[in-house]
């Protein structure tokens, strides 16, 4: 498989560029899995962002409309994602312009 080639010869691997807007800034992450439903990437940029903190909804079980509902009432929105290479033990974060294939 290609990605196992890559993760041997450069020490990168597949994962997954998420991207979202919050307060106003356009903020992008990277996020090492195999597979990442869309219920999931939305999750992940609410738990980037805190915000979850402040109203502690009781359940992150449901259906994608709700956690997007709730994303949205929260502030974060303009959820994105495609599957990438990333450097697995360099975390990284980039808030401002969109990188291609994030734009809202």
């Known amino acids: 498989m290609l990605a196992n080639r ?8 597949m994962g997954f560029t ?26 992940y940029a609410l738990l980037h962002t805190g915000v979850f903190l402040q109203e502690r909804p009781s359940s ?10 709730l994303a949205e009432r929260l502030g974060v929105n303009n959820v994105s994602w495609h599957q990438s290479i990333i450097h697995p033990s360099v975390p990284k974060l980039v808030t401002g312009t969109p990188l291609a294939g994030c734009q809202s």
């Open 6 to 13: 890559l993760v041997g010869f450069v020490g990168r691997g």
């Open 18 to 43: 998420i991207c979202y807007s919050f307060q106003g800034k356009r903020t992008v992450i990277e996020h090492p899995a195999e597979s990442l439903s869309p219920h999931d990437a939305v999750c």
């Open 60 to 69: 992150w079980v449901g259906s994608y409309a709700s956690v997007v509902e």
